[in-house]
Nanobody
Framework: QVQLVESGGGLVQAGGSLRLSCAAS????????MGWFRQAPGKGRDIVAC????????WYADSVKGRFTISRDNAKNTMYLQMNSLTPDDMAVYYC??????????????????WGQGTQVTVSS
């Protein structure tokens, strides 16, 4: 089992940047494929980006390609999401999640077994 804790959310002006972190417990972090999701009020939870256990392969939603970068440091049991050129459309609660399909870029919500509590990202126009 793994426990996930997000940090780094906050208020930023449109065009600004934030870096989210997801700290994981346990000694087998590299065996988990990881993902970032977001959920805006009244909407479903959508995938933003995902990364394989080794960090060697990533995937991004079209809406964030070229602006967001997902990465991980397995030695620190931590995953990151660098978010640049933020717009009000990016405003949501951001969640990190861990999947047991460690070698795959997992995009489905129901294929993630563990979730963090979420961190709010607010973008002012």
């Amino acid at each position: 089992q793994v426990q996930l804790v997000e940090s780094g959310g906050g208020l930023v002006q449109a065009g600004g940047s934030l870096r989210l972190s997801c700290a994981a417990s346990g000694r087998t972090f590299s065996s988990y494929s990881m993902g970032w999701f977001r959920q805006a009020p009244g909407k479903g939870r959508d995938i933003v980006a995902c990364i394989t256990g080794s960090g060697g392969s990533t995937w991004y939603a079209d809406s964030v390609k070229g602006r967001f970068t997902i990465s991980r440091d397995n030695a620190k049991n931590t995953m990151y999401l660098q978010m640049n050129s933020l717009t009000p459309d990016d405003m949501a609660v951001y969640y990190c999640a861990a999947s047991l399909y460690g070698s795959q870029r997992v995009q489905r919500v129901d294929e993630y077994a563990y979730w963090g509590q979420g961190t709010q990202v607010t973008v002012s126009s």
